[in-house]
């Protein structure tokens, strides 16, 4: 696999997942040793033996997940790990005023003396740009940069992206939005199974093209699908009033919920990341205890509702942090098939598990959802992430939810694995099942939702109904603004 | 099967490395022929742990077997409870630093029911078990619920609790209330005698002290390896420790399983005190200095946690233990085979920190190597 990357240009490198993207990136800055052949700067061949020597090339990276420390305030953080001192002693004021430079320099509006857990999550990642800048970064590799910022912020991401290069920069774009890519490189890379299958300028491609080379041959859809048919919805399964619930920070969360959840509909809660969102959905599958409101889900009360009664009546959960909650990752794949399921057959024989009944069970899934390697004794952390949501998702399906609530389900997919976990869900719909889908990307929120309320600070700010979806409106509703407008 | 070799691989290398470390120390610290007496001490270990073949094959009586295997097999009991007792707290991922305080209260129980109940054999064995297991599933249930309740983690309150539990019964307990009384005016230490119903029965006659004991502990080993790996339950308390969170949301009654395997872990480090009380002390001495509860974490950790795994340790160490005495013969030291534990304990920490080195290598392999394998996702350090 070889690459060039030129000074001063705009280069997204896209892929599916597992394409290699990451390793590549991880190479070049010095967190990854390559088998055999050579990273080169500037003509020079380097050996990065870690992520210093990079940086002291002119490389930087700003992660998916940022580096910061939340406590400290802006300058502090950018200038972590090379603080200027006098007489030994830290002298903030000199790096306030050099993070004041670095900040004009590029165009960037921050507040240098802000701390970092006042900012919004798109300044975050500015600071996180800063912080490489600052350290004489003449390449910087953005990985997926925009999987948590909203609408708005990730135009402003790509007006800051287009800035740097004009100032002399070269950007490195990971991602896998191919319309985003679009709007602003100058050049696509396409990686497919740790190779370089081509190289093309923006300007002279479509997404449509784009997706088939990342793909492949594989005569997967790549496309929308076509809209939701319009089916009646059914029984209601969640009636909630005046939802209130505390968020990890002791801060109210939810305040004020309505919310009305049929059988046989996908509802799309969409909003900006944190605006309750996540306690939402762990209010309705029992993780996350009300402090007011009340309300009814699968035929019993809402309140003092825990994961184990919310399995009971039906609730399947898809998490967003899959390692975390959804999955035992040192356990095997069929261990994780089972759990939650695990006292009932086919997984249980009274109080002993049912090995046999539990292998069969999970081949069955694995061939089901084309998960690789259909391995049911292989640890799960060995899996890619898409292959481990695969997992996720089969198991849940498999339990026959009456209602389905999935939480970022696509997060860090590829294309393939996304078109089936769409499916998946479009066709836990058509079985009867109420689906609560949250996800921070609107485009897949409208292209599976019948109904789409918009959240704002724990409070709906706006319904709309399919196919009256107007994305000005639901952005402005994202940002706070009530229902002026009906 | 393999896989489970492999794991089993790193325990068996650092106690042969740790073998090979004390022999040349021992060969070391002579002034001459070291290296022909570290071997001969070497020797005199293995015939004291697995018994005098050499001698047994010349003509000696079948006794030279008997008595060291039967030691070694005594001490391996009490290495197999507590060293349960640590892996069930580890499997559910809470470290059981208090099985010597366990222990102690273990053989409290045990001493007062074997000395102050009249029941017939067939139930008073039984009996000062089950006090034994339940006075140190209590004392364990303590940490479990200051941890599930009030937050403290349990390495502290662990620790602590083993100086209450020394402080409590030995130097008031065995010396105040529960002092056995002395016949004809003499002045004895420690509680009462036993009754004879409740000792454990000898296996071997009076050649050595191997009793019930021992084939208890293997049956604990067992039943406790069935439990966590086959039965719900033990799934359960698996996933609890392996991700808490996640089992938590698959609606697993996290804090139950975690208490109730916190209890498990104290009933055994209790029993391991029965098995020393009602097999071989006959009472609750004095003191009682054995510190086999603290074995434990080390025979835990060799034996990689797994339960199979901790008998295998605990008889490999309870053999050594047995033979190093004999190592005086030769002037060396008896406690060479507590510093080979030790250093094979080192070697097993060791070797996590060695793992997590190779793991990062290998990892830049096949995700660059052979992208079309299922490759681990990116670190994003």
């Known amino acids: ?486 | 099967m393999v896989e489970r070799a492999r794991q089993a691989l790193p325990s068996v290398l650092s106690v042969a490395l740790s073998l090979l470390v004390c022999w040349l120390l021992i060969a070391f610290t002579r002034d001459e022929g070291g290296f022909v007496t570290a071997t001969s001490a070497y020797l005199q270990m293995l015939w004291g742990g697995i018994g005098d073949w050499p001698n047994f094959l010349g003509g000696a009586p079948a006794t030279v077997l008997t008595r060291p295997i039967g030691e070694a097999a005594m001490k391996a009991a009490l290495l197999t409870l507590t060293g349960l007792s640590v892996a069930v707290a580890f499997k559910v991922g809470l470290f059981n630093i208090g099985a010597q305080g366990q222990m102690l209260l273990g053989a409290l129980a045990a001493a007062v029911v074997g000395a102050h109940v009249q029941l017939p054999a067939a139930l008073h064995i039984p009996a000062a078990l089950v006090g034994a297991a339940l006075a140190g599933a209590a004392w364990a249930g303590l940490a479990a619920a200051l941890r599930l309740y009030r937050g403290v983690h349990e390495v502290i309150s662990t620790i602590m609790l083993n100086w209450v539990a020394l402080r409590l019964v030995d130097n008031w307990l065995v010396v105040g209330p529960l002092r056995g009384v002395a016949e004809a005016g003499a002045s004895i230490t420690g509680t009462a005698e036993i009754h004879p119903t409740a000792a454990l029965p000898r296996l071997l006659g009076d050649v050595s002290r191997l009793n019930l004991g021992f084939p208890l502990a293997m049956l604990a080993a067992l039943a406790v390896w069935a439990w966590l790996e086959r039965t719900r339950s033990g799934f359960e308390t698996r996933a609890v420790g392996l991700g808490d969170e996640a089992a938590r949301a698959a609606g697993i009654p996290v804090a139950r399983r975690a208490g109730l395997a916190m209890a498990l872990a104290g009933a055994l480090a209790g029993c391991a005190g029965a098995v020393l009380v009602l097999g071989t002390e006959g009472r609750y001495p004095g003191t009682l200095g054995a510190p086999y509860g603290f074995d434990g974490i080390a025979i835990s950790l060799i034996g990689n946690n797994h339960p199979l795994g901790v008998a295998a340790a605990a008889l490999f160490f309870g053999a050594l233990r047995a033979g190093g005495t004999r190592m005086q013969l030769l002037d060396v030291h008896k406690s060479f085979p507590e510093l080979i534990q030790g250093l094979a304990l080192l070697f097993v920490a060791g070797r996590l920190i060695w793992l997590a080195v190779l793991r990062r290598r290998r990892a830049v392999a096949p995700a660059l190597a052979t992208p079309t394998a299922p490759t681990p996702e990116a670190p994003r350090a």
């Open chain 1, 1 to 486: 696999m070889s690459l060039d990357i030129h000074a001063g240009e705009l280069l997204a490198v896209v892929g599916e997942n597992g394409a290699g993207k990451s390793s590549l990136m991880n190479v070049l800055y010095g967190l990854y040793h390559p088998d055999s052949g050579e990273v080169s700067v500037e003509g020079r061949p380097e050996r990065f033996k870690s992520p210093r020597d990079a940086i002291a090339r002119g490389i930087g990276m700003v992660h998916q997940h940022f580096m910061l420390v939340p406590t400290l305030t802006v300058a502090e953080n950018v200038v972590l790990g090379r603080e200027p001192t006098r007489w030994g002693r830290l002298d903030l004021e000199r790096a306030v005023r050099e993070v004041a430079d670095t900040c004009a320099r590029f165009g960037f509006t921050l507040d240098p003396r802000a701390r970092v857990d006042t900012l919004t999550v798109g300044s975050q990642q500015k600071v996180e740009i800063v912080k490489a800048l600052h350290r004489g970064a003449r390449v910087l590799i953005l990985d997926e940069p925009t999987a948590v910022l909203t609408p708005q912020e990730a135009d402003e991401l790509g007006r800051v992206m287009k800035d740097l290069v004009r100032a002399g920069r070269t950007v490195v774009l990971i991602s896998h939005k191919l319309k985003e890519v679009l709007g602003v490189a100058d050049r696509v890379a396409v990686m497919r199974r740790g190779r370089l299958v081509a190289e093309v300028r923006a300007s002279e491609t479509t997404a449509d093209r784009l997706a088939a080379l990342m793909v492949g041959d594989a005569p997967r859809a790549v496309t929308d699908e076509p809209a939701p048919t319009g089916q009646a919805p059914g029984e209601v399964l969640v009636e909630a009033k005046g939802l209130h619930a505390l968020g990890d920070n002791h801060c109210p969360a939810l305040r004020g919920l309505d919310l009305t959840v049929r059988a046989g509909e996908i509802v799309g809660i969409a909003g900006v990341d944190g605006n309750g969102q996540r306690e939402l959905a762990e209010v309705l599958t029992g993780l996350r205890r009300l402090t007011a409101g009340q309300g009814t889900l699968l035929g019993g009360p809402l309140a003092g509702l825990t994961p184990a009664k919310a399995r009971e009546r039906g609730v399947g959960h898809v998490p967003e942090d899959r390692l975390r909650r959804a999955v035992v990752k040192a356990m095997s794949v069929e261990e994780n098939v089972a759990l939650g399921r695990h006292a009932q057959p086919p997984f249980a024989r009274g109080p002993w598990i049912d090995f046999a009944g539990r292998r069969e069970r999970t081949r069955e899934l694995l061939a089901a959802y084309d998960v690789r390697p259909p391995e049911p004794t292989l640890a799960l952390q060995a899996m890619s992430g898409g292959n481990q949501q695969k997992v996720v998702v089969a198991r849940e399906l498999d339990a026959r939810p009456r209602l389905l609530v999935v939480v970022q389900p696509t997060r860090g997919l590829d294309i393939g694995a996304v078109a089936q976990v769409h499916a998946r869900l479009r066709e836990a719909r058509r079985q009867g099942a109420g689906v609560v889908l949250v996800s921070l990307d609107l485009e897949e929120v409208l292209a599976l939702a019948d109904r789409v309320y918009v959240l704002f600070e724990g409070r709906v700010t706006g319904e709309f109904t399919r196919p009256d979806y107007d994305e000005r409106e639901l952005g402005r509703r994202m940002l706070g603004a009530e229902r002026a407008h009906g």
